[in-house]
């Protein structure tokens, strides 16, 4: 694994700088979500969070990388993006937060959703930083790089939707099971960075 000292270069040479990509276009609702890299104990993990169970939405009780919808006072996503992960962790996300990169729009497949174009943002946030939950969320937790890209954790698997066959990106980390959404956008974040987590 690249030391402490590289990594952050490394992820920025790989992905898309910061306000790239910034219209999602054909009318869609434009989201933003926080992948956060996190070094503890000499190893480097995600944060992700477990969605309170609510009736009529789509992503209840799911893991997922906190975020939301664009809100229309918001210059860029990447506001879109703090204000999110600082309401539902309750930290400052601005002042803790470094961005170190985007990736393109995802889509969820769910037809209820499908109107929705997220942006992830890949970021580095200092371990000692102390979260404070709210009601949207049940869980949070760390895990591993080093357990996510093991091929023991992961998996591929078929589903129909609307009369094709797509593929379901799934990762497991204890009583966790990590697909649909996150999980594509976990898997496209590994295909970029896969070098710097490897050596």
């Not at 002042?95 to 997220?118: C, H, K, W």
Request: hydrophobic share 40%.
């Amino acid at each position: 694994m690249t030391d402490a000292m590289n990594m952050r270069e490394e992820i920025r040479k790989v992905l898309d700088p910061p306000g790239t990509l910034l219209d999602p276009g054909e009318r869609l609702l434009a989201s933003a979500v926080l992948v956060m890299l996190c070094e503890r104990g000499g190893d480097y993990g995600i944060w992700f969070i477990r969605r309170t169970e609510y009736r009529d939405d789509a992503f209840s009780g799911h893991v997922a990388f906190p975020g939301g919808k664009k809100k229309q006072s918001e210059a860029t996503l990447v506001d879109t993006a703090f204000r999110e992960a600082g309401e539902e962790l309750g930290f400052d996300a601005g002042n803790e937060v470094e961005i170190l990169g985007e990736m393109d729009f995802v889509r969820p497949y769910t037809p209820s959703v499908r109107q929705y174009a997220v942006k992830p943002f890949v970021a580095m946030i200092n371990d000692k930083v102390e979260f404070v939950p709210n009601y949207e969320v049940s869980e949070f937790f760390w895990v591993p790089i080093s357990h996510l890209i093991d091929p023991k954790n992961r998996d591929v698997r078929e589903r129909k939707r609307d009369g094709m066959v797509i593929n379901d990106y799934v990762f497991s980390y204890r009583n966790h099971i990590i697909w649909g959404l996150t999980g594509r956008i976990l898997d496209e974040f590994f295909k970029k960075t896969s070098r710097c987590f490897t050596r």
